[in-house]
């Protein structure tokens, strides 16, 4: 019986040789047993990040407009930094006002591009990246969704008033942030699942 059941179990197998248990090879070499604990961690990071810029926007845009719309500008650094609400039916930084729709398909399509990546995720800079630039797509396109004149045609509440600048949120820093660190990282050869490629 003994015999019969080694030849079924391993019917590829030669005589007397013992068969090797299979292994899948993930990023940098490791195995899939240790590959995907790495990506869940890198996943949690992701939305760890995006979950945290979210919120600070989502609080800073609730206080403003309690507290600070349809009043005078707080001066923070004398003129050249002040806070003013202002509602932006533009993208990022008050630029394209009449296209406001586009900029919402555009908003929901990074982010399904971004959840559709962290499966593949396993480069915590990019973790982090992608969790900054998904938090400030959540947070404008809340805003797109939520506020007037409309669903998909809301007005973006911005606040932040360098001089000489445009107005901005918290939302638009996290893009802005997360942004720059992908190119950077583009730069570096560094891809999303941790791997290191040279032109």
Known sequence: MAEAERIIGTPDTPEGAEAEPEQSSGPEG????????????RIAVLFA???????????SKMIVVAKLEHHEPI????EWLR???????GAAFGFGEAFTVIFTVIAAAVI????RLARK????????????????????LTDRIFRSPGVFEGAVVDFIAPKHFAVFNLADSAIVCGGILIVLLSFKGLDPDGTVHKD
């Open 30 to 41: 490791q195995d899939g047993s240790e590959a995907r604990p790495r990506g869940k961690r």
């Open 49 to 59: 990040v995006a979950a945290f810029a979210y919120a600070l926007d989502l609080i």
């Open 75 to 78: 001066e923070i650094i004398g």
């Open 83 to 89: 806070f003013e609400a202002i509602r932006n039916a």
């Open 112 to 115: 399904v591009v971004i959840v």
């Open 121 to 140: 995720l396993y480069s915590l800079p990019w973790a982090i990246a992608l969790g900054l630039l998904l938090g400030g797509a959540l947070g404008n």
